[in-house]
């Protein structure tokens, strides 16, 4: 054995425990960066949806969770398009600020929004349709033209500027708008003769009528308008994002899993109605 053979042992173990010590801190690098990468692909796959209380399409549970035909078709699409929902209870003046500057990426809700007008792109598919009423007790006048607000009471929901035609209505010396906090209220307060007419979408009203002295209830359409989901263009991918939720329902509907493609069509208005917030 040679005499310095102890030695060259040492300096061969040195240099294995460098070449592994090496070895790992290069493994640890690629897994902490495979793990960074996988989390950045999963956060590009989060999409922040946002819902406002407007049952039985979107509403918050008593849990906490959102519910609502619009939100299980909502998350449909953006599963079968590839993206992991996060939905967002919000007021809906929160929910036009958040999608002027990009803090949510889309919102199902009414089409045609005046105060989102350049800041959205609108999906081309449109599953549902609202409709906006003018409730009224049997023995008042059916409305058939906006001139017959003119003097007269309006009863409204708190939280819902009905597309900015609340604005309008605040704006009418002639006109009287009174605030319900809810649908109940607002029926409550039609019957006890506090306005001649209730502002309230079709839906929402027709879930909230069951007392027997809702028969005496009565309604005339102001204005239908088609639902869809509205993308920010703040977000520089709102493009691809509407195209892929469209393709998305596509699919889904030739599946039989959401509803039949319905034509987007003109909505109708009531004559008289503001220009501005058709």
Same mark, same amino acid.
């Given at each position: 054995?040679?005499?310095?053979?102890?030695?060259?042992?040492?300096?061969?173990?040195?240099?294995?425990? *460098?070449?592994?010590?090496?070895?790992? #801190? /290069?493994?640890?690098?690629? $897994?902490?960066?495979?793990? &960074?990468?996988?989390?950045?692909?999963? &956060?590009?796959? /989060?999409?922040?949806?946002?819902?406002? @209380? $407007?049952?039985?399409?979107? %509403?918050?549970? &008593? @849990?906490?969770?959102?519910?609502?035909?619009?939100?299980?078709?909502?998350?449909?699409? #953006?599963?079968?398009?590839?993206?992991?929902?996060? $939905?967002?209870?919000?007021?809906?003046?929160?929910?036009?600020?958040?999608?002027?500057?990009?803090?949510?990426?889309?919102?199902?809700?009414? &089409?045609?929004?005046?105060? !989102?007008?350049?800041?959205?792109?609108? =999906?081309?598919?449109?599953?549902?349709?609202?409709?906006?009423?003018?409730? %009224?007790?049997?023995? =008042?006048?059916?409305?058939?033209?906006?001139?017959? /607000?003119?003097?007269?009471?309006?009863?409204?929901?708190?939280?819902?500027?009905?597309?900015? +035609?609340?604005?309008?209505?605040?704006?009418?010396?002639?006109?009287?708008?009174?605030?319900?906090?809810?649908?109940?209220?607002? +029926?409550?307060? !039609?019957?006890?003769?506090?306005?001649?007419?209730? *502002?309230?979408?079709? @839906?929402?009203?027709?879930?909230?009528?069951?007392?027997?002295?809702?028969?005496?209830?009565?309604?005339?359409?102001?204005? !239908?308008?088609?639902?869809?989901?509205?993308?920010?263009?703040?977000?520089?991918?709102?493009?691809?994002?509407?195209?892929? *939720?469209? @393709?998305?329902?596509?699919? !889904?509907?030739?599946?039989?899993?959401?509803?039949?493609?319905?034509?987007?069509?003109?909505? $109708?208005?009531?004559?008289?109605?503001?220009?501005? %917030?058709?």
């Amino acid at each position: 054995m040679p005499r310095n053979f102890p030695a060259r042992l040492s300096l061969m173990s040195e240099a294995m425990r *460098f070449v592994s010590i090496r070895i790992c #801190a /290069l493994l640890a690098g690629l $897994f902490l960066a495979s793990g &960074a990468l996988a989390e950045a692909g999963t &956060a590009s796959k /989060l999409l922040k949806i946002a819902y406002v @209380d $407007f049952p039985p399409m979107t %509403y918050q549970k &008593a @849990d906490g969770s959102p519910a609502g035909t619009f939100i299980e078709i909502t998350r449909k699409v #953006a599963i079968e398009a590839g993206y992991e929902p996060e $939905f967002l209870h919000l007021p809906i003046s929160r929910v036009y600020l958040y999608l002027r500057n990009g803090r949510i990426d889309v919102w199902p809700g009414s &089409a045609n929004v005046p105060a !989102l007008k350049g800041e959205v792109l609108e =999906t081309w598919v449109s599953p549902f349709a609202s409709q906006l009423s003018a409730w %009224y007790l049997e023995g =008042t006048e059916p409305l058939s033209h906006f001139d017959q /607000l003119q003097g007269k009471t309006v009863i409204t929901i708190a939280g819902y500027t009905y597309g900015g +035609l609340l604005y309008w209505l605040e704006g009418e010396s002639s006109i009287d708008v009174t605030q319900a906090p809810n649908f109940r209220a607002a +029926l409550d307060m !039609l019957k006890l003769g506090r306005g001649q007419y209730l *502002f309230g979408h079709r @839906d929402p009203v027709l879930e909230t009528l069951a007392m027997s002295e809702d028969e005496k209830i009565r309604e005339s359409e102001i204005r !239908l308008r088609n639902l869809t989901w509205l993308f920010s263009l703040a977000n520089p991918r709102a493009a691809i994002l509407r195209e892929e *939720f469209d @393709d998305a329902y596509l699919r !889904l509907a030739e599946q039989g899993e959401v509803p039949p493609i319905r034509e987007f069509g003109e909505s $109708f208005v009531i004559p008289g109605f503001p220009e501005q %917030y058709r």
